[in-house]
């Protein structure tokens, strides 16, 4: 495992036409490239994790696994506007030396794939074998498979959507409230609306996971008790955990960023951009995700040429592309050894 730092010196003109003079991306790379450099597999990670996979996915990605280094150059690149290495609020702006703060530049998915771009080349990298990601990753990584059709043999995007839905924007614009509410929000210092940020992880919980995961968990034992509640606590607890290792300008800014997720955009249309994907590609989705539905699974199957699609059991709701280890195993190891891709099925389901 290798944890380092790419710095891209000269201006990048992002989506919104502001264009900064640098930037800097905190990565991670695993295992070793082969003489062919045919083996690199791109791991795409999600709103709040960072660029070490093994950390947040590690029944999938380590020794032993589906992506194993023994078998694969892995590279985990921490999204640009987060706080695990990448540039970010908290990084000072080379303009003013002092922190970004509320100053932040707006990335978009689109955005953070073309940051990208430029290490791919200095790490050597002309083709990667599968692209795989999650959520906010599963974003970034269409957007990739589309900005370069050539570029990807497989990918596999994950409880995912070819653009961010009113229903979902609804959820991050609500939590933004919360942040916004908080008396601290506009100061520019590092522990600014974190009181507000840990309410609104709460209000999150509720769309990653769905009522029946709440009641198998979080269900009272005590028929006779008025409160507080188990549930009460956990939402607490959330809060808790996340203050302990995120910020609230992190928060603030990833969740607009997801918000602008539309591959459309600039490209004729949504499903116009879907059908320039050249790379085999199975879309996974959770079919108790109440934020990222199967009615969105179903569209990019049906508009990324010759898709494969499934869908996983799970009690866990959109946090079970983190915790569906085996089923997600299964699914992809039996993609990628399959022979006849010429051949694929548009559709199917895992019961």
Same mark, same amino acid.
């Given at each position: 495992?290798?944890?380092?730092? &790419?710095?891209? #010196?000269?201006?990048?003109?992002?989506?919104?036409? %502001?264009?900064?003079?640098?930037?800097?991306?905190?990565?991670?790379?695993?295992?070793?490239?082969?003489?062919?450099?045919?083996?690199?597999?791109?791991?795409?990670?999600?709103?709040?994790?960072?660029?070490?996979?093994?950390?947040?996915?590690?029944?999938?990605?380590?020794?032993?696994?589906?992506?194993?280094?023994?078998?694969?150059?892995?590279?985990?690149?921490?999204?640009?506007?987060?706080?695990?290495?990448?540039?970010?609020?908290?990084?000072?702006?080379?303009?003013?030396?002092?922190?970004?703060?509320?100053?932040?530049?707006?990335? +978009?998915?689109?955005?953070?794939?073309?940051?990208?771009?430029?290490?791919?080349?200095?790490?050597?990298?002309?083709?990667?074998?599968?692209? /795989?990601?999650?959520?906010?990753?599963?974003? $970034?990584?269409?957007?990739?498979?589309?900005?370069?059709?050539?570029?990807?043999?497989?990918?596999?995007? %994950?409880?995912?959507?070819?653009?961010?839905?009113?229903?979902?924007?609804?959820?991050?614009?609500?939590?933004?409230?919360?942040?916004?509410?908080?008396?601290?929000?506009? $100061?520019? !210092?590092?522990?600014?609306?974190?009181?507000?940020?840990?309410?609104?992880?709460?209000?999150?919980?509720?769309?990653?996971?769905?009522?029946?995961?709440?009641?198998?968990? $979080?269900? !009272?034992?005590?028929? @006779?008790?008025?409160?507080?509640?188990?549930?009460?606590?956990? $939402?607490?607890?959330?809060?808790?955990?996340?203050?302990?290792?995120?910020?609230? &300008?992190?928060?603030?800014?990833?969740? #607009?960023?997801?918000?602008?997720? #539309?591959?459309?955009?600039?490209?004729?249309?949504?499903?116009?951009?879907?059908?320039?994907?050249?790379?085999?590609?199975?879309? %996974?989705?959770?079919?108790?995700? /109440?934020?990222?539905?199967?009615?969105?699974?179903?569209?990019?199957?049906?508009?990324?040429?010759?898709?494969?699609?499934?869908?996983?059991?799970?009690?866990?709701?959109?946090?079970?592309?983190?915790?569906?280890?085996?089923? %997600?195993?299964? /699914?992809?190891?039996?993609?990628?050894?399959?022979?006849?891709? +010429?051949?694929?099925?548009?559709?199917?389901?895992? @019961?």
């Amino acid at each position: 495992m290798s944890h380092k730092t &790419f710095s891209f #010196q000269g201006s990048f003109e992002l989506e919104s036409g %502001i264009v900064i003079p640098s930037y800097h991306l905190g990565f991670h790379t695993f295992g070793k490239m082969n003489a062919d450099k045919s083996n690199v597999v791109w791991v795409f990670h999600a709103l709040t994790a960072n660029s070490n996979p093994v950390d947040w996915w590690p029944g999938l990605v380590g020794e032993g696994y589906l992506i194993d280094p023994v078998k694969f150059f892995i590279v985990c690149v921490n999204m640009p506007g987060s706080c695990y290495g990448s540039l970010g609020p908290l990084s000072n702006n080379p303009l003013t030396s002092e922190p970004y703060y509320h100053q932040f530049p707006f990335f +978009t998915p689109r955005d953070m794939i073309r940051a990208y771009q430029p290490l791919k080349d200095f790490l050597g990298i002309s083709k990667i074998k599968m692209g /795989i990601g999650g959520s906010m990753g599963g974003q $970034q990584l269409l957007e990739w498979a589309i900005e370069e059709p050539d570029l990807f043999e497989y990918i596999v995007p %994950i409880a995912t959507n070819a653009f961010h839905s009113p229903w979902a924007r609804a959820f991050n614009a609500s939590q933004r409230h919360c942040i916004e509410l908080d008396p601290t929000w506009k $100061q520019d !210092d590092p522990g600014a609306g974190i009181t507000g940020m840990k309410v609104a992880r709460g209000l999150a919980l509720l769309s990653y996971r769905n009522q029946d995961t709440y009641n198998s968990n $979080q269900a !009272d034992t005590d028929l @006779n008790s008025l409160g507080p509640f188990k549930s009460e606590s956990y $939402q607490s607890y959330q809060g808790e955990k996340l203050a302990a290792r995120f910020n609230a &300008f992190s928060y603030f800014n990833l969740s #607009q960023s997801m918000d602008s997720h #539309q591959v459309g955009r600039g490209r004729g249309s949504t499903t116009a951009a879907l059908k320039k994907i050249k790379a085999k590609t199975h879309i %996974i989705g959770i079919r108790s995700d /109440i934020l990222f539905t199967e009615k969105e699974q179903v569209f990019l199957a049906q508009n990324i040429p010759g898709a494969f699609f499934s869908m996983i059991p799970s009690t866990y709701g959109h946090d079970g592309f983190l915790l569906e280890y085996d089923a %997600i195993s299964n /699914i992809v190891s039996h993609f990628l050894t399959s022979e006849n891709h +010429t051949l694929r099925s548009p559709v199917y389901t895992v @019961n």
